[in-house]
């Protein structure tokens, strides 16, 4: 009664609490979203780490500017603008994670009661900081060519749409990607009902089958389009670096939110994934991780293939690190994961990554970057049996 409204509706599921069990080492866990720690490049991070206490303390371990280490800022800016992610009037600022780069978006555009539409199903951690702003949220489907644009637009028709959030490419939870023909009805839409788009693309650059897709922000030319990058996946998660990519007048805004939650991104961390990248190849370091998803997506395809029971059917991602099953509408997979965890396997509800909690019942989400080859070959066996008892 005393909590604020805006979290008063955020609340820690039974699911989350259960994902406490998954400490424990027997689990075959494919409900986690964590990139493989086989390709953090730690010996080196710690060679680098060492030398900038070192050599540099003054600077490592002092405040630091709330756009990020000037360095690392300029490197992700270059990356990005080879890629058509930064245009003339753009600005770019250092988070802590994509999930900052989130937050600060959200909180800088949206008023109570403002519509936002997401994707159905999308990323718990966009979801929950949407509802921390009390927005009136529009569920919008995941098709197969990515979000239901017809139905976008019967919603922009009705409501004004404030904001889009949207991972077109390798989604989370589907690792479904958004046609171009899509992308550019989107940027016509947001034109047309006077939106603006947050392309949250974690996962882009973990593509290992089929020809790159032109980001939204790249085909963007009036500033709608707020473009949220992450480290997470392509370096280290724990490093907590991401980026932002935003118009000028909203960039200052989300400046002055990021003094408000944290002043800056940690220094030392910024530094550190700033010599790694100027030492050595990021984009060799990324080829190597492509290489491993891609291995650990395929070998979870052919376990898929081989056990899943007949009436179930599942995503084909081309790349990121997730796919999406869909058992039999009478199925509730929040009741079917209490039994697979009894059996030492976990995954990911549908449920829990729908705006309302309760779409998606006969959903589940899969992991791959974190279980090796064997435990997801053991781990599929043993889900599939228990989804064929059910
Ligand atoms: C779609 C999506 N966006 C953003 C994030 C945030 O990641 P981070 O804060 O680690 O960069 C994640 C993490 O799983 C994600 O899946």
């Not at 009478?330 to 030492?344: C, F, G, H, Y």
Request: aromatic share 8%.
């Amino acid at each position: 009664m005393f909590f604020a409204d805006r979290v008063s509706k955020l609340h820690g599921s039974a699911i989350r609490e259960m994902f406490k069990l998954l400490a424990d080492p027997q689990i075959i866990s494919f409900a986690g979203g964590a990139p493989s720690p086989a390709l953090f490049p730690s010996e080196q991070l710690a060679d680098i780490t060492a030398q900038i206490l070192k050599n540099n303390p003054a600077v490592a371990l002092q405040y630091g500017i709330s756009e990020g280490y000037t360095p690392l800022r300029e490197f992700v800016q270059s990356r990005m603008k080879a890629a058509g992610n930064l245009g003339d009037s753009d600005n770019l600022i250092i988070t802590s994670g994509g999930q900052q780069a989130l937050d600060l978006t959200f909180k800088s555009l949206i008023n109570e009661g403002d519509t936002v539409a997401v994707e159905s199903p999308s990323f718990i951690g966009g979801l929950n900081s949407i509802k921390s702003y009390n927005a009136k949220i529009k569920a919008v489907p995941v098709l197969d060519d990515g979000l239901d644009t017809e139905a976008l637009e019967e919603i922009a028709k009705n409501d004004k749409i404030k904001i889009v959030y949207t991972i077109p490419t390798f989604q989370n939870p589907t690792g479904i990607t958004m046609s171009l023909a899509k992308r550019k009805k989107m940027l016509e839409l947001a034109e047309k009902y006077d939106f603006f788009i947050l392309e949250d693309n974690p996962y882009g650059e973990l593509r290992y089958n089929g020809e790159e897709i032109a980001t939204m922000k790249s085909m963007d030319t009036d500033g709608r389009v707020i473009y949220a990058g992450s480290f997470s996946k392509i370096l280290s998660a724990g490093m907590r670096l991401g980026w932002c990519v935003a118009r000028k007048d909203i960039m200052e805004k989300i400046i002055i939110c990021k003094q408000v939650s944290d002043v800056h991104t940690p220094v030392l961390t910024q530094m550190a994934a700033y010599e790694f990248c100027s030492r050595y190849s990021l984009d060799e370091h990324i080829a190597k991780s492509r290489e491993l998803y891609k291995t650990r997506c395929n070998a979870m395809l052919s376990a898929l293939e081989r056990y899943f029971p007949k009436d179930c059917s599942f995503t084909r991602p081309d790349g990121g690190i997730f796919l999406w099953c869909t058992l039999p509408e009478r199925i509730d997979t929040q009741e079917l994961l209490k039994k697979a965890v009894q059996k030492k396997v976990a995954f990911v509800p549908g449920a829990t990554c729908e705006s309302d909690d309760k779409s998606s019942a006969n959903k589940i989400r899969l992991n791959y970057s974190l279980p090796d080859e064997g435990k997801i070959e053991k781990g599929i066996k043993i889900l599939s049996e228990v989804i064929a008892e059910q």
